[in-house]
């Protein structure tokens, strides 16, 4: 492996127009970023929403990929994706959305800047999150700054996710 060669976990939301064609189709795509190899991706999850309850349910995956990118390029790619699924970023906080990426994990590396949090701070607690990631990731996978998924996974509320 090349010394920047690291492994990426990518968290798909999607619940707007078609949520599970949305998340197929990312999913084809994030095959096809530079410098970049898709590994795995698991199956798809349906989710009641986190946060505002007055929109549809959700479409959740997780892909697993491998690549040379740097965190902020890897991030653009990230953005250009989801411009390209008509994503408008209404100002709403936690609204419905066509189709959301997150950088998740990293490697082990913790990155802060003003555009990118990594690992994603919120995913140790969603099991829209959790529950696809352990489906492609190793069992003693560590999320940096918050232990190993396995421990993760016994705390989650797992209500609301059901297979898609
Ligand atoms: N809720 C679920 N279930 N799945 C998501 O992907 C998701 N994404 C979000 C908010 C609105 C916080 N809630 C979500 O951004």
Known sequence: MNESRVIAYIGLGSNLQGPQEQIDRALQELTELPESQTVAHSSLYRSRPVGPQDQPDFINAVAMLETDLQAERLLDELLGLEDRHQRVRDGRLWGP?????????????????????????????????????????????????????????KEVDRSGLTLA
């Open 97 to 153: 959305r066509t189709l959301d990426l997150d950088l998740l994990l990293l490697g082990e590396r913790r990155i802060v800047t003003e555009r990118l949090q990594v690992p994603h701070p919120q995913m140790t607690v969603r099991a829209f999150v959790l529950v696809p990631l352990a489906e492609i990731a190793p069992a003693d996978l560590l999320i940096p700054g918050a232990g190993k998924l396995s421990e993760l996974l």
